[in-house]
């Protein structure tokens, strides 16, 4: 079976569509498979956005619960996580709409869970069953957890 250039050399592909369009030779166009990268680009941005954001509240989390291991490099990673989806967000506003989206939620706040614990070797018991912040409250600039607060002794 003859594998299509698409398959043999994806960017030597991209490249040859670019030329194609430029000179509106669209009869000739690989319409299934532009369409299909068009949509990966969109993913990949919602990967990304959802990727920092983990990060970002995995690290609100290890503050919150390791108050003794604050560090400036915490301090950093959670500052350049909140800039960068800022960033991200105005320079494709349909992302923001993700924040809202419960689904999207679970699955940032179960991989910021995922990555908390194992940084940190925290127990899962002893971390709240969802994230204990709105998306917008995390992305505060302001915004520092306190340390949980702790039952009688």
């Given at each position: 079976?003859?594998?299509?250039?698409?398959e043999?050399?994806?960017?030597?592909?991209?490249?040859e569509?670019?030329?194609?369009?430029?000179?509106?030779?669209?009869?000739?166009?690989?319409?299934?498979?532009?369409?299909?990268?068009?949509?990966?680009v969109?993913?990949?941005?919602?990967r990304?956005?959802?990727?920092?954001?983990?990060?970002?509240?995995?690290?609100?989390?290890?503050?919150?619960?390791?108050?003794?291991?604050?560090?400036?490099?915490?301090?950093?990673?959670?500052?350049?996580?909140?800039?960068?989806?800022?960033?991200?967000?105005?320079?494709?506003?349909?992302?923001?709409?993700?924040?809202?989206?419960?689904?999207?939620?679970?699955?940032?706040?179960?991989d910021?869970?995922?990555?908390?614990?194992?940084?940190?070797?925290?127990?899962?018991?002893?971390?709240?069953?969802?994230?204990?912040?709105?998306?917008?409250?995390?992305?505060?600039?302001?915004?520092?957890?306190?340390?949980?607060?702790?039952?009688?002794?």
């Open positions: 079976m003859t594998r299509t250039l698409y043999q050399d994806v960017v030597r592909w991209a490249q569509q670019a030329r194609l369009l430029r000179e509106g030779e669209f009869e000739r166009l690989d319409v299934e498979h532009i369409a299909d990268e068009i949509e990966d969109g993913k990949s941005e919602q990304e956005l959802a990727s920092r954001t983990a990060l970002l509240i995995a690290h609100l989390l290890k503050w919150q619960y390791q108050p003794q291991k604050r560090s400036k490099s915490w301090r950093g990673t959670i500052a350049i996580q909140r800039k960068s989806i800022a960033r991200r967000i105005a320079a494709t506003p349909s992302l923001e709409a993700m924040l809202g989206d419960p689904e999207w939620r679970t699955d940032i706040w179960l910021a869970l995922k990555s908390a614990i194992e940084d940190t070797g925290l127990d899962l018991a002893a971390l709240p069953a969802d994230c204990p912040w709105p998306i917008e409250l995390a992305l505060d600039p302001d915004f520092w957890p306190d340390a949980p607060a702790q039952g009688p002794s």
